[in-house]
């Protein structure tokens, strides 16, 4: 049997691993993204790539080296940069000297069964099937608790204790074979989450939405931690952008879409590849919901986000949120990030204690 790799997305090793070893692969997870994946991929990619593309390359040589023999790595169409990375990975990989199967993922359930086949042999339909159920049963876990994760850290008994209940989740349910025992996990840790739950840090309740570019909203290495740095500031988190959420919307199943674009239409009616709309959209719908304000996350030169950055001050205006639009590459800094975040927390704390016209009570 051959050993598979993909891409490192936050915890998506974790039922991307069990989808596999249902079917009997082998996978080779690429190691926690270091600053060596970063200097890797840095070093062999076009200067002008993007962010996410550079950390995957840097993900696969790691793979390759330690015996990976096919990339899983997803596809798209049009009209960002996207839909070419597989092809020019592949392109830099082989130049690189390394020897492997590229498989493709792309947009639509049915297509991808029939290339599944060419790459990865016969496996019948009714193995697909219960693979395809653990995986989706550990990764709705996994975003059901992580969703959690991102309200408690604001107010946590202990600093930090939040952050460790949850690695222990992710440890356990990445070593069940049961379907059965995801459910019984999970229950076990949101009652452990929700027993860590004291006053707010800062006081009062602040809520923060994330849009932005995916890789950049998922990934704690490249977005520098921001939704750990924020819950330690005591700001409630929240988001859209989960694994199974873009795993429905990847694959035609989601619903949601068209809530979005319904919000997005005033500014901008129209795809523009990525998540550029999808950012527009939601801030629109996280201010219908009152939260006190939106960041978004982006790779610098990402085009789609470029496109809703420019938009984003007009919705922050007419729907009255307020909104910081944070673009990162391989030279962003951890005091840079902190220092803008603390700014912008304070301001949001201020702007909701004057509202709600408690400004001398609660000093
Ligand atoms: S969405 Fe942005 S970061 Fe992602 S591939 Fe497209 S241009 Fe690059």
Same mark, same amino acid.
């Given at each position: 049997m051959k050993k598979i790799t993909f891409p490192h997305m936050a915890d998506m090793y974790? /039922?991307? %691993?069990? =989808?596999f070893q249902e079917l009997g692969f082998e996978t080779v997870v690429p190691p926690a993204i270091s600053k060596k994946t970063l200097d890797l991929g840095v070093k062999y990619s076009p200067e002008f790539a993007c962010l996410p593309f550079k950390i995957n390359l840097g993900n696969f040589i790691e793979a390759l080296e330690r015996g990976?023999?096919?990339i899983v790595m997803g596809g798209g169409c049009g009209p960002c940069r996207f839909g070419y990375y597989a092809e020019v990975q592949e392109a830099i990989l082989r130049e690189l000297g390394y020897s492997f199967e590229m498989f493709v993922i792309e947009p639509g359930l049915f297509s991808n069964y029939k290339r599944i086949r060419n790459v990865f042999g016969n496996i019948p #339909? *009714?193995? +697909? +099937? /219960?693979a395809a159920r653990m995986?989706? &049963? &550990?990764a709705a876990a996994i975003d059901e608790i992580y969703r959690l994760v991102l309200k408690m850290r604001a107010c946590e008994k202990k600093p930090g204790q939040v952050n460790k209940i949850y690695d222990a989740f992710i440890g356990e349910i990445d070593n069940t074979v049961s379907v059965d025992k995801i459910r019984l996990i999970k229950k076990e840790y949101e009652e452990k989450i929700k027993d860590s739950k004291a006053e707010y840090k800062r006081g009062i309740e602040i809520r923060i939405a994330i849009v932005g570019e995916i890789y950049l909203v998922l990934e704690p290495f490249v977005n520098l931690e921001i939704e750990r740095r924020l819950g330690e500031l005591g700001v409630v988190v929240e988001r859209e952008l989960y694994i199974t959420n873009w795993l @429905?919307? =990847? @694959?035609?199943l989601s619903g949601e879409r068209k809530l979005m674009e319904r919000a997005a239409g005033k500014y901008l009616a129209n795809f523009v590849g990525g998540h550029? $709309?999808?950012?527009?959209? *939601?801030a629109v719908i996280y201010a219908e919901k009152a939260f006190d304000g939106v960041i978004q996350l982006a790779p610098f030169t990402c085009m789609p986000e470029i496109i809703s950055r420019s938009i984003l001050p007009v919705v922050s205006r007419e729907e009255g949120i307020p909104v910081l639009s944070l673009f990162f590459d391989e030279h962003s800094a951890d005091t840079g990030i $902190?220092? %803008? @975040?603390?700014? #912008?927390?304070? +301001? @949001?704390e %201020? %702007? &909701?204690i004057l509202q709600e016209g408690s400004f001398c009570e609660s000093r």
């Open positions: 974790v /039922p991307v %691993r069990a =989808f990976a023999e096919i #339909f *009714h193995r +697909l +099937l /219960p995986a989706w &049963k &550990k @429905l919307d =990847f @694959l035609n550029g $709309q999808d950012s527009i959209g *939601h $902190q220092t %803008r @975040l603390e700014a #912008f927390v304070d +301001l @949001l %201020r %702007r &909701k």
